[in-house]
């Protein structure tokens, strides 16, 4: 997802690879921002919508939604009713995402993005998912009044911020707001604001991130995704930009090199243990049925609620390690009160400062 900015001093992540910068002599590559090349990509990505948008206008939105380590995997095709959005399944995760849920959730909040953009600008849209289709989500674009204009404004501003949050306790009215805006047919939304039950949901991330660190395969995949400097950000349009979560850049072999020293059990543990404790609350997302249409459901529903933080000036990240380790996934999901149901995200969310966005290839329509 989206990472960014996130200290004013450095952490230990920046003093190994400052210190092997040093040691390398004197690496003028490793920074913590991000250069004019970047900004500028990144303007042109999140511009506002025209005063006469079009498809591609509404693709371009789409393509900002979240989804797993930002690698895209969505395709458009144009339909004379509207646009097809597909699966693009040469993108999947198959360690940490081996029933490609967290795909077709991140088609579900693409999809919703569309939708809001079309919405806004006059073309109200409908969103159908085909289950014969190989996961076709059909968008059909008719005429008529604008709506969710505010929704739509947020889809450049909203990001995954993976910071420690302010611990401000958020109004009851903004609480029900957030609830209005995720209402999707098929989805609940579970809020967990009380000290406890954050702690409980603590204790089972930590006890699922130390399991998914432990396994080498999904250390290799994550690596697959990571982009250590602007560069690499820039020429593949997708993946995990460390500069985005206020980490140090670095050339690529160095961060591979490095990436093992800093990425420990420990210091994951003392991350998260942070974020967690900072954040204002936590929202589980629950589809009614474990099916490709209800993780769509499910992207759309988390869409809106991360659009309605934005505008309620809300960060949010995904911490979804308790969902991704299917052992722990079924006593979460007991602990939460849900049987033999299966919760589909589990989201941190909180006040915190803007930081950098993450990259996005450039869309493209068949």
């Given at each position: ?9 450095p ?6 690879l ?9 690496l ?30 509404f ?26 959005i ?103 939304v ?84 942070e ?33 309605q ?20 996934r ?7 009160g ?29």
């Open positions: 997802m989206h990472f960014a900015e996130r200290f004013t001093m952490d230990r992540r920046d003093v190994l400052g210190s092997a910068a040093l040691a390398l002599g004197g003028s590559g490793c920074s913590s921002t991000v250069g004019g090349a970047y900004d500028t990509t990144m303007s042109r990505l999140r511009a506002p919508l025209g005063p006469t948008p079009d498809l591609p206008d693709v371009r939105y789409a393509t900002l939604a979240p989804n797993g380590h930002n690698t895209q995997p969505w395709r458009f095709a144009a339909t004379r009713a509207g646009v097809d597909l699966p693009d399944l040469s993108r999947r995760t198959p360690v940490v995402d081996p029933d490609d849920h967290h795909l077709f959730v991140s088609l579900g909040c693409a999809a919703e993005n569309l939708a809001i953009a079309a919405s806004a600008s006059g073309r109200p849209a409908s969103i159908g998912f085909d289950p014969s289709g190989n996961g076709r989500i059909a968008i059909g674009l008719a005429s008529g009044q604008s709506r969710d204009l505010a929704l739509c404004r947020a889809i450049p501003a909203r990001q995954s911020t993976r910071s420690p949050y302010d611990r401000r306790a958020i109004p009851v009215e903004d609480l029900r707001s957030l609830e209005r805006a995720a209402a999707v047919p098929g989805v609940s579970l809020l967990i604001t009380d000290p406890p039950g954050r702690e409980r949901v603590l204790e089972t991330v930590l006890h699922a991130n130390d399991l998914q660190m432990g396994d080498p395969a999904f250390m290799a995949e994550l690596m697959l995704w990571l982009r250590f400097n602007e560069a690499a950000a820039l020429r593949t349009g997708d993946g995990l930009y460390s500069a985005c979560s206020g980490s140090r850049t670095s050339p690529t072999w160095l961060g591979k090199r490095m990436f093992p020293l800093f990425f420990t059990k420990a210091s994951e543990t003392e991350r998260y243990t974020q967690l404790r900072s954040s204002s609350g936590i929202a589980v997302f629950i589809g009614d049925r474990a099916d490709r249409d209800h993780w769509v459901r499910v992207g759309r529903s988390f869409e809106r609620f991360a659009l933080a934005t505008v309620l000036g809300l960060r949010h990240a995904h911490v979804n390690q308790p969902i991704e380790v299917p052992a722990v079924s006593a979460f999901a007991k602990s939460l849900l049987g033999d149901g299966r919760p589909d995200l589990v989201i941190r969310f909180g006040a915190a400062p803007a930081l950098p966005m993450a990259m996005r290839r450039a869309p493209k329509i068949t």
